[in-house]
């Protein structure tokens, strides 16, 4: 029996029941899930998505039959934001509902059926009783809300800058430099309005990091998406002091101190993300400079098939990972992605029977399972003495978040010498070129060709937008400047974005790592004996037919001949 909101009253059939009957569940990997349920809590239908026994949309459709309440697989786009100044935005994230209005239809979509008092409570607030009650999935209702309350942020932004452009610069206010007493500061302080707003823009949008850049006679804020800047506001001049004072407070730096950099972090949760921030501050001719790096700490584990490795290369990382010790060595320059692969490698060795230990500098994604130790310069605690205390700590796999120096070098060809699997990171243009750089480090070739297994060299390259993408015939002039004959193409389409809201009229919406995988034979090895030269060594590499390599630039051209990017991209990064 349904109210007239459209709802069950009454007995409702275990949710299991309907999986087993309606979608072919399996009885042992119910039982499991139960016992899992005993264990840690959750609701078991949360719990056979996240093992994977079932699709979100399976679930959707079992709750849909339990609660007898009609599915909306797609939420309008263009839905009436006319809630936003009566419910809180977090109201609607925890519950993960929203009241959907359209010039054609009305309903409250829920993603799951179970928060009866909050959605009377809604419905009550917006004189909405007796409105039907309708089930959608989890993100489309995330993306509905983001959307609403988005269109009125960008309202709350006009207005903020429009106060900074009316506050009187000379005021006293103006004058005095910002001390502590900022920290008494309201929420309803222009300044601090901005930083918010700039920050929950940026992390909604993916920016890795946010600027703040000083000029003579204004300030930019900007946001890097996707690997590229886009400009987000221009605050007038006078704000600035303000501005990064407000940085400095939210990250525990000291805002007396102008005349030295300094570093700090922030912790921010923004809706349903929590976000570690890296702020960095840097004395300019016109005022200090500002980048906050943002890292989404749900969002950097990523499984290894889910790279970009092509089938050859990711079955040889595969079987390098599992090697009993050596060193592999992930390379390529700052916000290239190195960091994620590693820990997607971490997450296919973690088990309770290897002991993994960390040194890293920032912690950037913590691992159920691997013990983590975070660098700190300001007490002496450098990878070099970090990764010297790992060894004592019996490890099997050792991940050094950075090569800075020799003495780091040293410790983790020892260590990869005395039966430990070492994971690294160094700053290089190519596979090539990191034996180049060891060796100019200080570490003696034959430490090197002894110890190090593989090098692994990527980059990012935008993807083309799927919601713009289209087919395009590609002229002769295209072809000979990708290398590419008739034959190579052949009755293949490429495809390039046309550019569309989505993807801010780019084209492009997210991103893929290219790789360049060097592994390190014998003969190889032999090699790197006789010469430190990167080109020579790249040349030999690529001429060996057993391992394969191929470049970093080739594995960006088989990503444009399978649709995933383009040819401005490729050689924007190779």
């Not at 800058?161 to 006293?172: F, N, R, T, V, Y």
């Not at 960390?358 to 007490?379: L, R």
């Not at 008739?486 to 790789?515: H, M, N, Q």
């Not at 090895?525 to 020579?536: E, P, V, W």
């Amino acid at each position: 029996m349904k109210d007239n909101a459209g709802r069950v009253f009454g007995a409702m059939q275990p949710i299991g029941n309907i999986l087993q009957e309606q979608f072919g569940l399996d009885e042992t990997a119910l039982v499991a899930a139960l016992e899992s349920q005993k264990e840690k809590g959750g609701r078991i239908g949360e719990i056979l998505v996240q093992e994977k026994q079932i699709t979100e949309e399976e679930l959707l459709q079992a709750r849909s039959i339990q609660c007898n309440l009609k599915v909306v697989k797609k939420l309008p786009k263009e839905i009436e934001p006319f809630f936003v100044k009566r419910v809180p935005i977090g109201y609607l994230k925890r519950f993960k509902m929203i009241p959907v209005a359209t010039p054609y239809c009305s309903y409250v979509a829920l993603a799951e059926p179970f928060c009866v008092q909050q959605l009377d409570d809604l419905k009550r607030l917006l004189q909405w009783e007796g409105m039907e009650t309708v089930l959608a999935p989890q993100n489309e209702i995330f993306i509905a809300i983001n959307t609403a309350y988005d269109m009125t942020s960008n309202e709350a932004a006009d207005q903020v800058m429009q106060d900074m452009h009316e506050e009187d610069p000379d005021s006293i206010f103006s004058q005095i430099e910002e001390t502590a007493d900022l920290l008494d500061d309201t929420s309803d302080a222009p300044v601090i309005k901005l930083v918010n707003l700039v920050l929950s823009q940026a992390v909604r949008d993916n920016a890795s990091d946010v600027h703040i850049e000083p000029y003579k006679n204004r300030v930019k804020i900007r946001k890097r998406v996707d690997g590229i800047l886009y400009d987000m506001y221009a605050p007038p001049r006078h704000v600035l002091g303000k501005l990064i004072s407000r940085v400095k407070i939210l990250a525990k730096m000291d805002i007396a101190e102008k005349r030295l950099p300094q570093d700090g972090r922030i912790e921010i949760r923004i809706a349903d993300k929590n976000v570690d921030i890296r702020v960095s501050t840097l004395p300019t001719a016109f005022g200090e400079r500002v980048v906050m790096r943002l890292l989404d700490k749900s969002s950097v584990y990523l499984p290894l098939e889910e790279l970009g490795l092509v089938a050859n290369d990711l079955a040889h990382f595969l079987q390098l990972i599992k090697a009993p010790h050596g060193i592999i060595l992930v390379t390529g320059p700052t916000g290239s992605g190195k960091t994620t692969t590693l820990y997607s490698a971490l997450g296919i060795l973690n088990s309770p029977d290897i002991n993994i230990i960390t040194v890293e500098d920032p912690i950037e994604y913590q691992m159920d399972g691997i013990s983590q130790m975070q660098v700190n310069a300001k007490i002496g605690l450098t990878f070099a003495g970090g990764l010297r205390t790992i060894v004592r700590q019996d490890p099997d796999v050792i991940l050094v978040g950075e090569i800075r120096d020799l003495e780091t070098a040293e410790i983790a060809i020892q260590a990869a010498l005395t039966g430990h699997l070492v994971f690294s990171t160094l700053h290089t243009n190519d596979a090539a070129s990191a034996i180049t750089r060891l060796i100019d480090m200080g570490v003696e070739p034959f430490l090197v060709s002894s110890s190090v297994n593989a090098i692994l060299a990527q980059r990012l390259v935008r993807q083309i937008c799927p919601h713009c993408k289209e087919a395009f015939v590609p002229t002769s002039e295209y072809l000979e400047k990708a290398g590419f004959s008739v034959e190579d193409v052949g009755d293949k389409s490429l495809y390039r974005g046309k550019g569309c809201p989505e993807c801010f009229e780019t084209g492009y919406k997210g991103r893929i790592a290219i790789f360049e995988l060097m592994i390190l034979t014998d003969e190889l090895k032999r090699f790197t004996l006789t010469t430190s030269d990167a080109g020579l060594i790249k040349q030999k590499a690529l001429s060996m037919e057993e391992t394969g390599m191929i470049t970093l630039r080739q594995d960006g051209l088989r990503k444009i001949l399978t649709g995933q990017t383009t040819l401005e991209e490729v050689f924007r990064v190779t």
